[in-house]
């Protein structure tokens, strides 16, 4: 199940070029794609809520943390792959979970290890070799697509350090709906206002095939899939696990959209992959960052939110080995599809 919702997320990326390359704009692809998602998700939100019953302050942090990671990462993802290969496009996001060391190093003045210090700069340096590669037509990539995929990635792994304390107590299943509902609300706004709403809803024959995909098997399949194999196998098993996506990008960006990806791009993609392991390889992390290697990786528990008056959780083999306040032990397990 992991090694299959690894693969599945990667697809986001191809699908979502496919309906670029159709003529649709990035702002159409993110709406259609929350929008079409929504009534799942809308279901899943009213059986669950009506068990979890949310207080409303948290109901309120669910919906502005949701649009943050859910609506404003994914639209300046989709903004870059506008400009970018899907290819490249799944590399920059498999940088994630250095981010977000980043991000706790930054906010919680956590300083990693020697070797996940090195496996920080073995990403930068994986990331900064296939940006310098050949990008499609282009002799090097587009810098603007570059950086609104990274801006994107650095917006879900804020989302991801914040989120978990929400998690810890409503699970993942509650937040990830209300954040993917409101996605789709925001994605309607703006599409309002722009007078491409009509189009969003009744989309072409021409991009049916590759919205569907994009919904079913890239969004929604993939969050559950990946949520019941983390309750299987354990959060570190999972981590390793979905690795198995991205090795596969250069298989599936060349068969469905003839794109070859240049030498510099393939060892960057080694690079930033085998990097990845450092950072996977925990063992007590938060089950509430979802993050496949198709989607970002989890964070330690402690990194994600805090519980006043509970026992500090450690951390282990991340270079974040001093608790933060407030962590909980026994954190609900789950993940959330990478918006």
């Given at each position: 199940?992991?090694?299959?919702?690894?693969?599945?997320?990667?697809?986001?990326?191809?699908?979502?070029?496919?309906?670029?390359?159709?003529?649709?704009?990035?702002?159409d692809?993110?709406?259609?794609?929350?929008?079409?998602?929504?009534?799942?998700?809308?279901?899943?939100?009213?059986?669950?809520?009506?068990?979890?019953?949310?207080?409303?302050?948290?109901?309120?942090?669910?919906?502005?943390?949701?649009?943050?990671?859910?609506?404003?990462?994914?639209r300046?993802?989709?903004?870059?792959?506008?400009?970018?290969?899907?290819?490249?496009?799944r590399?920059?996001?498999?940088?994630?979970?250095?981010?977000?060391?980043?991000?706790?190093?930054?906010?919680?003045?956590?300083?990693?290890?020697?070797?996940?210090?090195?496996?920080?700069?073995?990403?930068?340096?994986?990331?900064?070799?296939?940006?310098?590669?050949?990008?499609?037509?282009?002799?090097?990539?587009?810098?603007?697509?570059?950086?609104?995929?990274?801006?994107?990635?650095?917006?879900?792994?804020?989302?991801?350090?914040?989120?978990?304390?929400?998690h810890?107590?409503?699970?993942?299943?509650?937040?990830?709906?209300?954040?993917?509902?409101?996605?789709?609300?925001?994605?309607?706004?703006?599409?309002?206002?722009?007078?491409?709403l009509?189009?969003?809803?009744?989309?072409?024959?021409?991009?049916?095939?590759?919205?569907?995909?994009?919904?079913?098997?890239?969004?929604?399949?993939?969050?559950?899939?990946?949520?019941?194999?983390?309750?299987?196998?354990?959060?570190?098993?999972?981590?390793?696990?979905?690795?198995?996506?991205?090795?596969?990008?250069?298989?599936?960006?060349?068969?469905?959209?003839?794109?070859?990806?240049?030498?510099?791009?393939?060892?960057?993609l080694?690079?930033?992959?085998?990097?990845?392991?450092?950072?996977?390889?925990?063992?007590?992390?938060?089950?509430?960052?979802?993050?496949?290697?198709?989607?970002?990786?989890?964070?330690?528990?402690?990194?994600?939110?805090?519980?006043?008056?509970?026992?500090?959780?450690?951390?282990?083999?991340?270079?974040?080995?001093?608790?933060?306040?407030?962590?909980?032990?026994?954190?609900?397990?789950?993940?959330?599809?990478?918006?």
């Open positions: 199940m992991v090694v299959l919702a690894s693969i599945l997320f990667c697809g986001k990326g191809v699908f979502g070029k496919m309906i670029l390359l159709s003529g649709a704009t990035p702002a692809l993110m709406g259609m794609r929350a929008i079409w998602a929504s009534p799942i998700y809308l279901a899943i939100l009213g059986s669950v809520a009506w068990i979890r019953r949310p207080d409303a302050r948290d109901f309120l942090r669910m919906s502005l943390w949701g649009i943050v990671g859910f609506w404003l990462g994914p300046l993802t989709f903004e870059g792959l506008g400009r970018t290969t899907a290819g490249l496009e590399i920059l996001i498999q940088t994630s979970p250095a981010w977000i060391v980043l991000l706790v190093w930054f906010l919680h003045k956590r300083r990693p290890t020697g070797r996940v210090g090195l496996s920080l700069v073995l990403c930068y340096g994986g990331l900064l070799m296939a940006c310098l590669g050949r990008d499609g037509e282009r002799a090097v990539a587009d810098m603007l697509g570059v950086a609104e995929i990274l801006a994107g990635c650095l917006v879900w792994s804020l989302f991801v350090v914040r989120v978990g304390a929400l810890t107590r409503y699970g993942v299943v509650l937040p990830t709906s209300v954040g993917m509902v409101v996605a789709a609300a925001a994605s309607a706004v703006e599409s309002g206002v722009s007078g491409h009509g189009s969003l809803l009744q989309p072409g024959a021409s991009i049916r095939g590759s919205l569907a995909l994009l919904v079913v098997f890239s969004t929604v399949a993939p969050s559950f899939l990946m949520q019941k194999g983390l309750q299987r196998l354990g959060p570190v098993r999972t981590g390793l696990l979905s690795l198995a996506g991205p090795s596969l990008v250069p298989l599936a960006t060349s068969t469905l959209l003839g794109e070859t990806m240049s030498a510099p791009q393939a060892i960057g080694a690079v930033v992959v085998a990097s990845s392991l450092p950072l996977n390889l925990r063992k007590e992390v938060s089950a509430s960052a979802d993050r496949p290697a198709g989607s970002p990786p989890r964070a330690p528990r402690s990194l994600a939110g805090s519980a006043p008056g509970t026992t500090p959780a450690k951390i282990r083999r991340t270079g974040l080995d001093r608790p933060l306040p407030g962590a909980r032990r026994g954190a609900r397990g789950g993940v959330s599809p990478r918006g």
